[in-house]
């Protein structure tokens, strides 16, 4: 579904992405581990077209989308909740919501849409006219995610979910993953938090200053005692 | 709010309006007159309005920072009354079978259609390669315009350079009236509609609305072309209306007191903008009644202090509401119920 072959990405004269490979597969949940400023986010940026490559091929469903702009990404079918959530603080999380399907028309399926998200997450419905910038950071994590759903993508890129939420919003929002997976959708998922994201993974990239050092099975992987030690805190 | 009721709205305050204007003329209305003094106040807050919300529309809704209004201000003035000097008499006499009014009042029309024009491509220049970058090009390259555009109309004579520029006197209350009627609404309508939606989506988190689908450049550009049309407008009436061009008229403070008048009544709120407008142009005018207080030998004179005490005032409720008056509320808003959880 997705591949980057030799990806380098840069900021001005920082390399943050130094000739990364990657695959992922119909129906697959991916995850890319790595410390901070490994590159997580930027493979994430240049995946969604916000961040062009210096060289290397992205290729979505066999297209190249190298120079293709964010926004023009979103209709290939592909959706990104970011790192820091970036909700619309200002707006409610019904109008964030819709933000989410901007790009889409039909009203029903954009209603449905909402409604399996609120049954996703019970306490976006309660919250539905509330600012977002008023929600926990756990409910903010509920509603980018769902957000990111509402453009109904075939891959979604998820940057960091469990960020700085206690242990049972963590697991919530793992078991959404899973549910969402289960619904067809292919997910490619970036976590600091190796432990979680190996456990609800396919298979798993290591990322370690701009280059992939490990890959493979997510359960090898949190069985490999580099990946132990250095990711797992055994 | 919706296009039709909009349009009912505006029927009344044109109504309005032209009540308020026949009350301006030297014979008064049913004998009350509003003397000139006044009328001119109506007029500045009009014109002030047009200023206020346009602007309001790209640094309030879309987020972006224009520090230059006073120079797309400036084109519209000098670009329509260019056309109005040059061009205004002899379209008038063709027109003369239609009576004075309507004669005068399309050389008006024609003329804010210029200015409209002129100031909309302007910011296009302006808009394209600086809202291309994310991050703060904007409020440097609009600084930098407004100043040079001042400088090149200076040193233009057809347009009267350092002299100042004498124009006729198309524009009034009515005419000043209407356009700022029509500027809220149609602003109102593009925030209220799903583009504008995309507006506020990029003033909170531009990287998130591109990431929505929201063509966030195109956009961004869209508002600032818009919002400096309308500052042209506001320019052609201005011209129009005071008969006199001075370069010293766009200068930097006036690009400021617009900013002003969004950051007070509240940046994001179409109704702060209209009482921000409200509020920078008579308070100092108030502040000239001030009386003198007479303590021991020494008397104060408050209304010579006005500039000062105004500032005070601005930096008070600055301090005291740094999201200003409305916030990005609207007054109609603290009128509503509250519905669901708070
Ligand atoms: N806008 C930017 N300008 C310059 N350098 C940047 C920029 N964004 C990221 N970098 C650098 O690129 C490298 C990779 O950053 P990136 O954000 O992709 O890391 P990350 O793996 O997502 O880290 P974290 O887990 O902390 O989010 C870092 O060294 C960072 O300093
Ligand atoms: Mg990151």
């Known amino acids: 579904?997705?591949?980057?072959?030799?990806?380098?990405?840069?900021?001005?004269?920082?390399?943050?992405?130094?000739?990364?490979?990657?695959?992922?597969?119909?129906?697959?949940?991916?995850?890319?581990?790595?410390?901070?400023?490994?590159?997580?986010?930027?493979?994430?940026?240049?995946?969604?077209?916000l961040l062009e490559p210096k060289s290397g091929a992205v290729k979505f469903e066999g297209k190249l989308t190298n120079g293709i702009a964010a926004h023009k990404l979103v209709a290939l079918g592909m959706a990104m909740s970011p790192e820091g959530r970036g909700v619309f603080a200002n707006l409610s999380v019904r109008e964030n919501l819709e933000m989410g399907a901007y790009l889409r028309n039909d009203k029903k399926g954009i209603a449905d849409d909402m409604e399996r998200g609120f049954a996703m997450?019970?306490?976006?419905?309660?919250?539905?006219?509330?600012?977002?910038?008023?929600?926990?950071?756990?409910?903010?994590?509920?509603?980018?995610?769902?957000?990111?759903?509402?453009?109904?993508?075939?891959?979604?890129?998820?940057?960091?979910?469990?960020?700085?939420?206690?242990?049972?919003?963590?697991?919530?929002?793992?078991?959404?993953?899973?549910?969402?997976?289960?619904?067809?959708?292919?997910?490619?998922?970036?976590?600091?938090?190796a432990n979680a994201a190996l456990h609800h993974s396919d298979r798993a990239y290591v990322l370690e200053t701009g280059r992939i050092v490990m890959e493979g099975n997510s359960k090898e992987l949190a069985a490999n005692p580099k990946v132990k030690e250095a990711y797992l805190g055994e | 709010m919706n296009w039709v009721k909009s349009i009912g709205i505006s029927i009344i305050l044109i109504a309005l309006i032209y009540v308020i204007n026949s009350a301006m003329s030297s014979a008064g209305f049913f004998g009350f007159g509003i003397d000139d003094y006044y009328s001119r106040l109506l007029v500045f807050i009009a014109i002030n309005i047009i200023l206020a919300t346009s602007l309001n529309l790209i640094n309030g809704f879309t987020g972006q920072f224009s520090i230059g209004h006073a120079g797309f201000m400036?084109?519209?003035?000098?670009?329509?009354?260019?056309?109005?000097?040059?061009?205004?008499?002899?379209?008038?006499?063709?027109?003369?079978?239609?009576?004075?009014?309507?004669?005068?009042?399309?050389?008006?029309?024609?003329?804010?259609?210029i200015g409209l024009i002129f100031s909309a491509i302007a910011g296009l220049l302006v808009g394209i390669p600086s809202l291309r970058?994310?991050?703060?090009?904007?409020?440097?390259?609009?600084?930098?315009?407004?100043?040079?555009?001042?400088?090149?109309?200076l040193n233009i004579d057809s347009v009267g350079g350092a002299t100042g520029y004498q124009v006729g006197g198309y524009a009034n209350f009515f005419w000043v009236g209407i356009l700022a009627v029509i500027t809220i609404v149609i602003i109102h309508n593009i925030v209220k509609s799903d583009a504008g939606r995309a507006l506020v989506s990029?003033?909170?988190?531009?990287?998130?609305?591109?990431?929505?689908?929201?063509?966030?450049?195109?956009?961004?550009?869209?508002s600032f072309v818009i919002g400096s049309g309308f500052a042209g407008v506001a320019g052609v009436l201005f011209a129009h209306y005071n008969r006199f061009l001075s370069t010293n008229d766009f200068q930097?403070?006036?690009?400021?007191?617009?900013?002003i008048m969004i950051v007070i009544g509240g940046m994001g709120s179409m109704t702060g903008a209209i009482l921000g407008a409200i509020i920078v142009t008579l308070l100092p005018e108030m502040l000239r009644y001030l009386p003198d207080i007479q303590i021991g030998a020494t008397t104060f004179k408050f209304a010579d202090l006005r500039l000062?005490?105004?500032?005070?005032?601005?930096?008070?409720?600055?301090?005291?509401?740094?999201?200003g008056i409305l916030g990005t509320k609207e007054i109609t808003d603290f009128f509503k119920r509250k519905g669901g959880l708070r």
């Open chain 2, 308 to 323: 000062v005490i105004f500032a005070l005032i601005l930096i008070l409720t600055m301090i005291l509401r740094p999201q």
């Open chain 2, 74 to 113: 400036a084109v519209g003035a000098y670009s329509s009354a260019y056309f109005t000097v040059n061009y205004g008499k002899a379209i008038e006499s063709s027109l003369a079978f239609g009576g004075e009014t309507i004669a005068s009042g399309i050389v008006l029309l024609i003329a804010i259609l």
């Open chain 2, 202 to 222: 990029i003033r909170e988190d531009e990287l998130a609305a591109e990431a929505m689908g929201v063509n966030t450049t195109r956009y961004k550009v869209i």
């Open chain 2, 252 to 259: 930097f403070i006036k690009s400021f007191e617009i900013i």
């Open chain 1, 1 to 49: 579904m997705l591949t980057l072959e030799n990806v380098s990405v840069n900021y001005g004269a920082i390399e943050a992405l130094n000739g990364i490979s990657l695959h992922i597969e119909q129906g697959e949940v991916v995850t890319l581990i790595g410390a901070n400023g490994a590159g997580k986010t930027t493979t994430l940026r240049t995946i969604t077209g």
């Open chain 1, 121 to 193: 997450f019970p306490r976006l419905k309660e919250r539905e006219q509330q600012k977002a910038g008023t929600l926990s950071g756990g409910e903010q994590q509920m509603l980018a995610m769902v957000r990111a759903l509402m453009s109904r993508p075939r891959l979604l890129l998820l940057d960091e979910p469990s960020l700085g939420l206690a242990p049972l919003v963590v697991h919530t929002i793992f078991e959404a993953i899973e549910e969402i997976r289960s619904n067809g959708t292919t997910i490619l998922l970036v976590e600091q938090n």
């Open chain 2, 133 to 153: 970058l994310k991050g703060d090009y904007l409020a440097i390259v609009t600084l930098g315009f407004a100043e040079i555009i001042r400088i090149v109309i």
